[in-house]
């Protein structure tokens, strides 16, 4: 997708600006979108208050410093970045400063510390009226948890993910990743947003905008929770089969030699499986030669293989356990039975149809080098996103958001710099 | 007495074709007070079929994954492969700011209905196209639920425990993704259409849209040619440390996070557990030491150099001994609230149950009551994903039962009665 000429010069957001006061995964990805797709986002760190995500790799061979982290170069593509204190009054100035330049204000620090930098919504609107002033806290500005401590980390289980997850007899281990910060919160985010702005324009009224990580995470859950309001059933983690499909999981295939950073290695490949229907698992038998096991009495229903899955499961993985996982996708998606490799990092960036499609983004970054960005979640016929500038280093354009935007002069940045404000 | 508020997109229609894979794309939309139509094939939409139902009864009407879906739409009933339901489509689409769609790609455009057409009928439409793998590349004739979307967007490669297969993400996340990302692209075009009065076609692949939830598995493999596997419940740290994953409590189970930045230090964990009688040998040689230095300083060092840390394992195996001990004496409320009281990062792994009773979404009136007259009952959904102070979110309408705004949409739209049941008796409605 990088750098394909818009056929409409104009983007959705071009002329909107967005002061990003985010941090980790669940803020900034969410002004990254408005970026690519036309809006000056400006993303302010300071050095004694920076983004974690600068820290944690993966880092380029050799390389360890803030501004070459895979993960954080992942979020912050198209923005400029400017180190201010905040916990200076100055540095409260010039936050203001930005305030009162920005149509959409984000951040997804704690209350406590919004509060403590006089960041709230009615402190904004009085610099900037229309103000779209947007806080992702993790459990809201009110209510008896307002203050309690997450991460992603905590966030899985706390909404629930975790618990419902993964095999019945085993810990909730949940996703392995920080989930909801990565589609459910940053998407929910600008969506409302959108809507804000909408709004605006229409009356020219801004508003405020508070998405709680948690709510917006449980609302990801709703036939649990639903399972629960209604007949106060509560649902337990099932692996990965469904009461309506059988089968319906994952299935050892052959394992792989790999070159490994350390020498070579095994890799484990799994494949998936799933028939929603009699006519998918006639296909699914056919495919695999029509074996006598698969003419089973038991096998004939959607009940039977229910009642016997762990037998049916067994049968299966014979059979897989002695193919690639991508001879088994491609050998039964063409004889109409639902199948896929269930796919690790490398198997993405090398997946063929990606590739086709152009999904991910090569850019040139000052310090990383050429490394590889996710592309467009979505994709707008007449004005995609855009993909003009890796990640900022860290304070890369405090001298130029100073000057341009806030419309300092030479003398005031350098005492702003030396007074360590612009830090 | 109804909310009347104006909404964000109380002037915008909707005719919204999906299925299970686009659902909550229009509800979003619906739900920021859209008029959202949704199309359904005559006797219902298939997710229809999808349980949990309401009160088990297995029935069109109460599916509960289908009612969430469907909050403030209306229902019209549509045989699309009839020329005249056909006719009909022709008719409402030149009302429609959006149409929003879940087939195969090319199923529209064999009905003549692609967004060519769509244009013909109302120039600045916006399409919406959700699909497993989007309309071009050799997979986008693949057949998608769910769990084949989940598997190739590399997410279900991550989840659970490296000794167990990859697990599957509870709850339709492949589809519920999609739906996100495609009311995102969706808002957005919808945006540019006010400023410009262009339309635009708007494309969603499931597996595109699952991507950047590998969070880090991707730049892993193109900066250091390694694959993340799955980390599992120690999140891939080499040894046990204390207070790091899930533990059990009495009752069920809580996740720690201890030691991590932005938490008290497990020096607090270490009184707390002496206040209550149970740090056993901990407050001593070798161990105090050691519980001094769990913080991320030690994490960092772990994981660059395992070697280094073996001697500790022991030492390490013993104190997740005695807070494992600790846990199991409390609940899991107990632990959650009396830990985040001590500001100690530690979570509770949530059952549906917990999230019902959970204090703070109690106080701040999350769960959304909805009346169902032909129920006779209030039921409780899940309530807003976020709160806009001037355009709120909310449910004014419950889901539709199949084709109940037929008579309704089609009289709008000039049909007599006599037409009417022309068209259902021939079963194009």
């Not at chain 1, 501004?67 to 970045?81: A, D, L, R």
């Not at chain 1, 304070?395 to 030396?418: F, M, N, P, R, Y």
């Not at chain 2, 106080?363 to 001037?390: C, F, I, K, M, N």
């Amino acid at each position: 997708m990088a750098a394909i000429a818009a056929k409409d010069e104009r983007q959705p957001l071009t002329g909107i600006n967005v002061a990003d006061f985010s941090w980790f995964g669940a803020g900034p990805i969410c002004p990254q979108m408005m970026g690519l797709y036309g809006a000056t986002v400006v993303r302010v760190e300071s050095e004694t208050h920076m983004d974690a995500l600068r820290g944690i790799g993966p880092f380029p061979p050799g390389k360890m410093s803030y501004n070459v982290s895979g993960y954080f170069n992942n979020y912050n593509i198209n923005k400029q970045s400017i180190t201010i204190d905040l916990n200076t009054e100055q540095g409260h100035d010039l936050a203001l400063r930005l305030v009162r330049w920005a149509d959409v204000f984000l951040t997804n620090m704690t209350p406590r510390i919004i509060e403590r930098w006089g960041l709230i919504y009615d402190e904004l609107v009085k610099v900037r009226p229309d103000i779209i002033a947007v806080y992702l806290p993790m459990q809201g500005f009110d209510g008896p948890h307002r203050d309690f401590l997450g991460f992603g980390a905590v966030l899985g289980p706390i909404t629930g993910f975790n618990h419902l997850t993964g095999l019945p007899n085993r810990p909730p281990t949940g996703m392995g990743t920080n989930y909801p910060d990565y589609i459910i919160n940053p998407n929910h985010t600008l969506i409302a947003i959108l809507a804000a702005l909408r709004h605006r324009r229409r009356t020219g009224k801004g508003q405020r905008i508070e998405l709680s990580q948690l709510e917006s995470s449980v609302a990801a859950l709703a036939p649990a929770v639903m399972d629960y309001t209604v007949n106060e059933r509560s649902q337990t983690r099932a692996g990965n089969r469904l009461p309506h499909a059988a089968p319906h999981g994952a299935f050892r295939c052959q394992t792989i030699r790999i070159q490994a950073p350390f020498g070579e290695k095994d890799e484990e490949r799994w494949c998936v499986i799933a028939c929603f229907s009699e006519e998918q698992w006639s296909a699914l038998r056919q495919a695999l030669g029509d074996p006598g096991w698969a003419r089973d009495e038991r096998f004939a229903t959607l009940a039977g293989r229910k009642e016997h899955e762990d037998d049916l499961e067994r049968q299966i993985e014979e059979w897989t356990s002695q193919r690639s996982p991508e001879e088994v996708m491609t050998t039964l998606q063409a004889a109409g039975v639902p199948a896929a490799v269930v796919q690790n990092g490398r198997d993405c960036l090398e997946d063929a149809h990606l590739r086709e499609r152009e999904y991910y983004v090569q850019l040139e970054h000052p310090e990383a080098g050429r490394t590889t960005h996710d592309g467009p979640g979505f994709r707008l016929s007449e004005t995609p996103a855009r993909y003009e500038r890796a990640a900022p280093c860290l304070g890369e354009h405090t001298h130029q958001v100073c000057k341009e935007i806030l419309g300092l002069s030479d003398d005031e940045i350098a005492d702003l710099l030396v007074a360590q404000v612009l830090h | 007495m109804p909310d009347d508020t104006p909404t964000a997109l109380g002037d915008v229609r909707v005719l919204d074709l999906t299925g299970e894979l686009g659902s909550y794309c229009t509800k979003l939309l619906a739900d920021l007070g859209a008029d959202v139509i949704k199309i359904e094939p005559p006797g219902g939409d298939p997710a229809r079929d999808v349980g949990p139902f309401y009160h088990d009864e297995a029935d069109r009407e109460k599916s509960l994954p289908f009612l969430n879906l469907n909050t403030n739409k209306r229902s019209l009933t549509l045989n699309l492969d009839d020329p005249a339901a056909r006719e009909v489509f022709r008719k409402l689409a030149p009302s429609a700011d959006i149409v929003v769609e879940s087939f195969p790609p090319g199923y529209l455009d064999s009905l003549e209905l692609g967004y060519e057409a769509l244009q013909a009928l109302r120039p600045d439409v916006i399409l919406t196209s959700i699909t497993g793998f989007g309309a071009q590349g050799p997979h986008a004739g693949y057949l998608a639920p769910d769990i084949v979307g989940v598997a190739m967007s590399g997410i279900m490669w991550l989840a659970g425990d490296p000794e167990d297969p990859p697990s599957l993400p509870y709850g339709n996340q492949g589809y519920l993704c999609a739906s996100i990302q495609a009311a995102t692209g969706t808002m957005m075009a919808l945006y540019h259409r006010d400023l410009t009065g262009r339309g635009q076609h708007v494309e969603v692949s499931m597996q595109e849209a699952l991507l950047i939830a590998q969070e880090t598995a991707m730049q892993t493999y193109d900066l250091n040619k390694s694959v993340r596997g799955r980390m599992g419940r120690r999140g891939g740290l080499p040894i046990t440390v204390p207070g790091m994953g899930p533990y059990e409590a009495s009752d069920g189970w809580i996740w720690g996070y201890v030691g991590a930045p932005g938490g008290a230090a497990w020096t607090e964990l270490l009184k707390w557990l002496e206040e209550e009688g149970m740090a056993e040998d901990l407050t001593e040689e070798p161990y105090r030491p050691i519980i001094e230095q769990l913080n991320i300083r030690f994490l960092t060092g772990l994981m660059l150099n395992p070697e280094e840390s073996k001697p500790k394992i022991p030492l390490l195996e013993h104190i997740d001994g005695v807070l494992a001990r600790f846990f199991a004496s409390k609940t899991k409320w107990e632990l959650y609230e009396q830990g985040q009281g001590r500001r100690l990062l530690i979570g509770i792994v949530s059952t549906p149950e917990d999230l019902v009773k959970n204090p703070q979404l109690k106080a701040r009136d999350w769960y959304q009551g909805v009346e169902h007259p032909d129920l006779g009952e209030t039921l409780r959904y899940p309530g807003p994903p976020y709160r806009l102070s001037e355009t709120p979110w909310r449910i004014d309408r419950r889901p539709p039962r199949v084709g109940e705004h037929n008579a309704e949409l089609l009289s709008e739209l000039g049909y007599s009665q006599e037409e009417l049941e022309a068209l259902a008796a021939s079963g194009a409605v």
